[in-house]
């Protein structure tokens, strides 16, 4: 059962289109459609001409992104497709290079929200947390057949849990865990939240999924191909969640914006390098309180803006 457009609230909607500056005739890219909530506010913006490619591997954000962008198809390819794939799939449509990049990483809340997709440890489910469910690997695979160390270290590489070595003992002596709510139980037994509101089990659930989708890996690969893929001027926008794939961003930012890579102790530059891109936010964008209290899911969302130079 699909969810209700209406439900589907884009996280930091209007700061999404005042660092973007999508305009007529320009080209851009949601490597994240979802429901379609930004890639709307975008074609709006870039009435009459502007064009937008918008990628997920989610089939059921699929149909409702092109259910809700309906009247932009003139102006809109959607493709069902990772962006680990950009510069290929740039490539494929005859896009030499696009006016900006909008990447809103992470969960999102239609996943959360259908009990079936098992990312969510309040709604009984089995343990699957796959983004594209044409791949093969699911969360009840890493649970029920990694070894007790490798599911510890994921768990606290991918969910920074302190106890992960609690939680993998756990979950392995009370093998086989085929539901979500027996995983969040399990967790909740060896650990506890860290925070008031937050449930114990956030963490594990959290490295599951990341490990599952390979998340991580998706994001160092997507962000070279997208600051190859703009044109001087044009301008990245990145939504994240977790303090994990921010500091990829934003190492990677700082890293691209520097004119120099060689160590510090190092008198000559022999590297070469010079600053692709320069930061539009010095800081890390949040969303107002009034935003906070209507979309509490916006409440860890970090906002970060560069713009390329050369």
Known sequence: MLMDISQHKAVLLQ???????????????????????????????????????????????????????????DRIIIKRESYTQLGAILESIFWQEV?????????????????????????????????????????????????????????YHFGEEQRSRHVA?????????????????????????????IHAATRTFQALRIAVNRELEAI??????????????GRIVVIS???????IVKQYFQREGKDCLCPPQQPICTCGHKARLKWVTRHVVT?????????????????RVVEKVA
């Open 99 to 155: 006016d900006g990049i909008l990447m809103d990483l992470g969960v999102s809340s239609m996943q959360l929200d259908h009990a079936e997709r098992g990312f969510s440890f309040r709604q009984e489910a089995e343990l699957d947390m796959r983004f594209d469910t044409r791949n093969t690997l699911t969360a009840s695979i890493i649970v029920n057949q990694y070894a007790e160390k490798e599911l510890a270290d994921l768990i």
């Open 169 to 197: 003992h756990n979950i392995v002596k009370n093998r086989p865990i085929r539901t979500t709510l027996q995983l969040a139980h399990l967790v909740d037994q060896v650990t506890k939240s860290g925070k008031p509101g």
């Open 220 to 233: 160092e690969a997507l962000l070279p191909q997208a600051l190859q893929a703009l044109r001087i001027g």
């Open 241 to 247: 969640f977790h303090s994990l794939e921010d500091r």
């Open 15 to 73: 700061e999404v289109i005042e660092y973007l500056v999508p305009l007529s005739l320009g080209r851009y890219v949601d490597c994240t459609l979802g429901a379609g909530g930004h890639a709307e506010r975008i074609l709006e913006a870039t009435l009459p001409d502007g064009l937008l490619l918008g990628l997920d591997v989610d089939e059921q954000a699929l149909c409702l992104a092109q259910t809700r962008l309906e009247t932009y198809k």
């Open 287 to 303: 969303a107002s309180d009034l935003e906070r209290k209507n979309n509490p899911r916006a409440r860890s969302a970090r906002l």
